[in-house]
T-cell receptor, first 112, second 117 residues
């Protein structure tokens, strides 16, 4: 069974600290991996998409790495701000039908 | 990025009734999906909405409970039928594979928060 796991489930840091969010998946034969942000009661906002041929993607303060051989991806958020407080979801596309398998998410709180 | 309009954003419904959720995309897309997010949990795929044919449902989801339509490449509806309190969730529309681009990024609507009383 293809599974996606996110650790930790929750994270609280003071403003200015760097955030490190982890995602692991059971099958290294992936098409791509996407990181999303979800605010309470809202939909998902796509943050970064990493294709299977890529090792990392960057957007502003966000950087995501991908290591297919070990089945891991890490999302780094530099110099965290209170506005970064949200749940971050990792989703993996294992097949060519565009379906995504989601991790349970990491809920981040950045304290001012 | 694709712009997705999902309506309604929230609703409170009586047991035994139905709710239909609409998803409109600003560009033609190959794939449209419906997900459910139960309170405190991650997303679970309900079905793939296929244009002009019956939707493809995931294990545990059936057409009688979650009928889906997709008349064209930009629009889909999900109906949640015979509502019970266990159906209280956020329902999300997702699209991927815009027809005019090779981009495979997935995008989501803002979700519909359903409360059944």
């Amino acid at each position: 069974k293809q599974e996606v796991t996110q650790i930790p489930a929750a994270l609280s840091v003071p403003e200015g600290e760097n955030l490190v969010l982890n995602c692991s998946f059971t099958d290294s034969a992936i098409y791509n991996l996407q990181w999303f942000r979800q605010d309470p009661g809202k939909g998902l906002t796509s943050l970064l998409l990493i294709q299977s041929s890529q090792r990392e993607q960057t957007s502003g303060r966000l950087n995501a790495s991908l290591d297919k051989s070990s089945g891991r991806s890490t999302l780094y958020i530099a110099a965290s701000q209170p506005g970064d407080s949200a749940t971050y979801l990792c989703a993996v596309r294992f097949s060519n039908d565009y379906k995504l398998s989601f991790g349970a998410g990491t809920t981040v709180t950045v304290r001012a | 990025s694709a712009v997705i309009s999902q309506k309604p954003s929230r609703d409170i419904c009586q047991r035994g009734t139905s709710l239909t959720i609409q998803c409109q995309v600003d560009s033609q897309v190959t794939m449209m999906f419906w997900y459910r997010q139960q309170p405190g949990q991650s997303l679970t795929l309900i079905a793939t909405a296929n244009q002009g044919s019956e939707a493809t449902y995931e294990s545990g989801f059936v057409i009688d409970k979650f009928p889906i339509s997709r008349p064209n490449l930009t629009f889909s509806t999900l109906t949640v039928s015979n509502l019970s309190p266990e159906d209280s969730s956020i329902y999300l529309c997702s699209v991927a594979g815009r027809v005019t681009e090779a981009n495979t990024e997935a995008f989501f609507g803002q979700g519909t928060r359903l409360t059944v009383v």
